[in-house]
């Protein structure tokens, strides 16, 4: 990174003359308790983050990494730990940023709303925590809008937060950097993939030397589908009385066109290794476990047999969007969702066949944290 967008991240955080007012729904998902003290092992570097000596000592020394993406907004505070780094705050709400995009090219009003508001509440913990080095990230939404621009203006303006639009390879780099310490041990290239609101990203990589080290990026691609632009693409997949399974069956077909031509290219090892980073794993990971309600340290590094993601795919896919939303783990605001995650996931399944999938609730924003500290550790 050039020295002088670095120093950008250094200066203390800004705060507009004006702070937005908003009233904030109470269905805010905020996990600083759940991820309080929560270490993260250092997984990108052959050696953990260590500060710059001017900084030693100082337990207010905190870094923030932001993530907007299509459907959620999330946010980690962490501070170096001798293994990695200490989550000592956590925030994530879905705002459906991406809504409506497909249609109109646009992000709509209500959208943008709710992401000022989610996006308030990030400033308000970067400021109580005193972070001093942060860096704020938008994907795809933000990349096709035609008032993407305006809208990161607004931000800065409203919020004080400045995001950073980043292209799909430096987006496909971060989640490979902050979850790849989570594939299983093995030969020969693995595949990394990140299905998010907007579009999946699948990247192939190569390990070696340990899981302290970090990979190398054989090849990647990004597909124009994520669980918001596939749903809104296909809806019939949430519409009472219509042929959910077709409109499933069209979801497969949509995601095996766009990855086509990368498939082409991939020759799984006779061991495929395969790890999964986004809530549609996690997700699929919590029902496979039963689980009453979303257990970060129980789906966290979790290997999962592809045949039971497979079923639980197509059991949700027979599903109308009342009886997805009464499970467990899905709820409400992810059961008209989920559908198109699990036609995206299968399709990877069937492109690289391994028999167990490694599942993830780390990507971007470890990865930005990684790369943070390290620069931050770095000779002028």
């Known amino acids: 990174m050039p020295a002088a967008t670095l120093a950008a991240f250094r200066h203390p955080f800004y705060f507009p003359r004006q702070a937005a007012a908003a009233s904030f ?12 003290d929560a270490v993260f092992p250092a997984g990108a ?3 953990p983050p260590r500060l710059d000596p001017r900084h030693r000592g100082d337990p207010r020394r905190t870094y923030a990494a932001l993530d907007l993406g299509t459907n959620n907004c999330r946010l980690l505070i962490a501070r170096p730990a001798p293994d990695g780094f200490t989550i000592i705050d956590a925030f994530s709400r879905i705002v459906r940023l991406g809504e409506g995009l497909a249609a109109s090219g646009r992000l709509s009003d209500a959208a943008i709303e709710r992401a000022i508001a989610a996006l308030s509440v990030c400033a308000d913990k970067l400021k109580r ?14 990349r096709r809008a035609e008032n993407g621009r305006d809208f990161v203006a607004r931000v800065r303006e409203e919020t ?21 310490a989570l594939l299983e041990p093995g030969d020969g290239p693995a595949l990394i993939f990140d299905i998010c609101g907007g579009s999946t990203e ?20 990004s597909a124009p589908w994520g669980v918001v632009s596939l749903t809104e693409a296909e809806p019939d997949s949430r519409t009472p009385g219509a042929d959910h399974q077709a409109a499933y069956d069209r979801m497969r077909d949509r995601a095996r066109a766009a990855f086509a031509g990368f498939a082409a290219k991939l020759a799984p090892p006779p061991r495929p290794r395969l790890l999964g980073t986004s809530g549609t794993v996690t997700t699929l990971a919590s029902v496979h476990l039963d689980l009453p309600c979303y257990d970060r340290r129980a789906v966290d590094g979790l290997s999962v047999p592809s045949a039971a993601m497979r079923d639980i795919s197509g059991r949700l896919a027979a599903m109308n969007v009342r009886a997805r939303a009464e499970i467990p783990c899905i709820g409400q605001e992810r059961a008209d969702l989920v559908v198109a995650g699990c036609a995206i996931l299968e399709t990877i399944l ?9 599942v993830a609730d780390r990507g971007i924003r470890e990865g930005i944290l ?8 770095a000779p002028a």
Do not use: F
Request: aromatic share 4%; proline share 5%; with cysteine.
């Open 370 to 377: 990684r790369t943070l500290m390290a620069q931050d550790r």
């Open 129 to 142: 925590r005193h972070v001093s080095l942060v860096r704020s990230v938008a994907t795809e939404a933000c």
């Open 202 to 221: 699948l990247v192939l990589v190569e390990c070696e030397g340990g899981p302290d080290a970090e990979p190398r990026i054989l090849d990647w691609y």
């Open 25 to 36: 729904r109470r269905d805010v998902i905020d996990q600083a308790d759940m991820a309080h």
């Open 350 to 358: 069937e492109l690289w066949p391994a028999q167990r999938l490694s």
């Open 45 to 47: 570097r052959a050696r």
């Open 160 to 180: 004080g937060i400045a995001l950073d639009v980043i292209g799909p390879g430096e987006e496909a780099r971060l989640a490979v950097l902050g979850c790849h």
